[in-house]
């Protein structure tokens, strides 16, 4: 993988990340900016439904699937 991705979200590149082995994903490319609106409007989102569970999504793309981009849902360590 050459090619340097950027998020369209805040304009970071995006970093390699290797999905777990059993959600048959390979390698994804995810926005790990914490001040991407992408992931703090995610945060809003998903906290107005569930305040017990912190989690978040992150902008990804998968590169096995043509650059899809999807939500790659992410724990929190801390608020
Ligand atoms: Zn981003």
């Not at 970093?15 to 994804?28: D, K, Q, T, V, Y």
């Not at 945060?43 to 978040?56: A, F, P, Q, S, V």
Request: one cysteine or more; charged letters at 20%; a negative charge.
């Amino acid at each position: 993988m050459s090619e340097k991705r950027l998020c369209p979200h805040c304009g970071q590149p995006l970093e390699a990340w290797i999905g777990p082995p059993e959600s048959g994903w390979g390698e994804l490319l995810v926005c790990n900016n914490n001040a991407c609106v992408y992931y703090t409007g995610s945060l809003n989102d998903i906290r107005y439904k569930d305040e017990d569970n912190h989690l978040g999504c992150r902008y990804a793309e998968n590169p096995d699937n043509g650059y899809a981009p999807f939500a790659l849902l992410a724990w929190l360590p801390e608020v």
